[in-house]
């Protein structure tokens, strides 16, 4: 149990050391606009009042008081921790590696990293059920009290404020935020779907015993093993169907090429399997 709670410690805290990165070093500096509370940061430090990392300290700390008085103490052991993780690194940031410009003259380059290190943070900490605050917050409340389509709701507002960076800024800043805007949001699907992966199989053979031993036995796996009928030969066949993580389904598949290599295999890639050994809902 301690193991793994402080594995779930250091993912939190890693992932949201990762997104600070990407959003500081290569997103503020570059004035991308594009991603909730970041993005209208950006807008906000362009008025010269106050920084980028310190207004997003102060509205996600703000949000952060909101969403505990509205949502309660399971909301706050979810996502305080990683919201004010997150602010404070970006304030340090600011302090102790000030970036006056950006760290390359490559702006494609510098966007990859700025969509590519948070969507990274954002997929794990939404894969172990937890997320960075800001307007995700604004989310949960809204689906707590209504029925309103929270999704559409932040594409919304992302785009409106992804429209201000191209008069704040400049059209090709404005471009730029646009694209990440479009692209952010396929890597951190992308990223949770390649941390599930597994893989299913289906196995038509003559004899499933020896592969079900080498399954229990040897991946400590089960199966489960359905009587069937060849459509052509009308002979009895039978279909064993397990699902595996990668290693798994590579020993599998080799030990039923070597051992019944007249076994018809179907294999299937899925990210979602719920049940003892992979995933709890």
Avoid: W
Avoid at 141 to 152: A, E, M, N, P
Avoid at 192 to 207: G, P, Q, T, W
Avoid at 209 to 214: F, G, K, R, T, V
């Amino acid at each position: 149990m301690n193991r793994d709670k402080l594995k779930h410690f250091a993912l939190l805290t890693g992932s949201t050391f990762i997104m600070a990165v990407g959003t500081y070093f290569f997103k503020f500096t570059n004035n991308f606009t594009f991603g909730g509370i970041t993005g209208l940061a950006v807008l906000i430090a362009k008025t010269g009042t106050i920084s980028a990392s310190d207004f997003s300290f102060i509205a996600n700390m703000i949000l952060l008081i909101i969403g505990l008085i509205v949502l309660g103490r399971k909301f706050a052991a979810k996502t305080a921790y990683c919201s004010i993780l997150l602010s404070v690194t970006l304030s340090l940031l600011e302090r102790v590696c000030p970036m006056p410009h950006p760290l390359t003259d490559q702006t494609m380059l510098e966007l990859c990293f700025a969509i590519a290190l948070p969507a990274l943070g954002s997929a794990v900490l939404f894969n172990i059920g937890s997320s960075s605050g800001g307007t995700d917050i604004i989310a949960m409340i809204l689906k707590k009290y209504s029925s309103f389509d929270i999704g559409k709701a932040l594409l919304v507002t992302d785009v409106i404020i992804t429209i201000a960076g191209c008069f704040v800024f400049d059209i090709k800043t404005g471009l730029y935020s646009f694209l990440g805007l479009a692209i952010r949001s396929f890597m951190i699907d992308n990223f949770i779907e390649s941390f599930n992966l597994s893989k299913y199989f289906n196995v038509v053979c003559d004899n499933p015993d020896p592969i079900c031993n080498y399954l229990v036995n040897e991946l400590s796996r089960s199966a489960t093993v359905i009587h069937a009928q060849g459509a052509f030969s009308g002979n009895d066949k039978y279909i064993i169907l397990t699902a595996l993580n990668r290693p798994q389904a590579v020993k599998l598949r080799n030990y039923i090429k070597e051992n019944q290599p007249s076994a018809f295999i179907l294999i299937s890639n899925t990210s979602e399997i719920i049940g003892k050994g992979f995933h709890s809902i």
